[in-house]
């Protein structure tokens, strides 16, 4: 059974300074690896998807490294702004389903 | 492009009664997943349809059942509802998860059951 553990479980950092999220999952015969991000009560947001053949991703402020053969991805947002306060997600695609971690909570201070 | 849409939107049940949510994948997705998030046990998979047939199915009691029609859309049921039952039901399509594509998640139905 894949087991998908997100590191730390909660993040304050001020304004600016960059974000380091980690992700770890214990089977490593996966599709792909997702990034997600939740405002509270709502559905979730895709950031950055990597394919198993893949080591990184990136999308304007994001970027996101895959190390399949040890189980695990972190996710960097640089700069970070009020705006990327949420919980952000990790979630691992084998047998048509996606295995999630419990998320990383992050509070930006302005 | 329209995003997934999820009906309703909210809903309130009482323990016994049997409930069906709704969902309506991006257009030309043929994968609609659904799932289950609580804060105790975090985003749990129900299960995921294809082309109308369920390809894999979460740990869940036999009361949570699920079918896609043709036209790719998903409906979920709950029968014969428990308190436990309250949660956020999320849908997420695809082209096709198998093949590596994104999943695209809906707003999700918050499903509260007294």
């Known amino acids: 059974k894949q087991e998908v553990t997100q590191i730390p479980a909660a993040l304050s950092v001020p304004e600016g300074e960059n974000l380091v999220l980690n992700c770890s999952f214990t089977?490593?015969?996966?599709?792909?690896l997702q990034w997600f991000r939740q405002d509270p009560g709502k559905g979730l947001t895709s950031l950055l998807l990597i394919q198993s053949s893949q080591r990184e991703q990136t999308s304007g402020r994001l970027n996101a490294s895959l190390d399949k053969s040890s189980g695990r991805s972190t996710l960097y947002i640089a700069a970070s702004q009020p705006g990327d306060s949420a919980t952000y997600l990790c979630a691992v695609c084998n047998d048509y389903k996606l295995s999630f971690g419990a998320g990383t909570t992050v509070t930006v201070r302005a | 492009k329209a995003g997934v849409t999820q009906t309703p939107r909210y809903l309130i049940k009482t323990r016994g009664q049997q409930v069906t949510l709704s969902c309506s994948p991006i257009s030309g997705h043929r994968s609609v997943s659904w799932y289950q998030q609580t804060p105790g046990q975090g985003l749990q998979f129900l299960f995921e349809y294809f082309s109308e047939t369920q390809r894999n199915k979460g740990n869940f009691p036999g009361r949570f059942s699920g079918r896609q029609f043709s036209n790719s859309r998903s409906e979920m049921n709950v029968s014969t509802l428990e308190l436990g039952d309250s949660a956020l039901y999320l849908c997420a399509s695809s082209l096709n998860p198998g093949q590596s594509y994104e999943q695209y998640f809906g707003p999700g139905t918050r499903l509260t059951v007294t």
């Open positions: 089977d490593s015969a996966i599709y792909n």
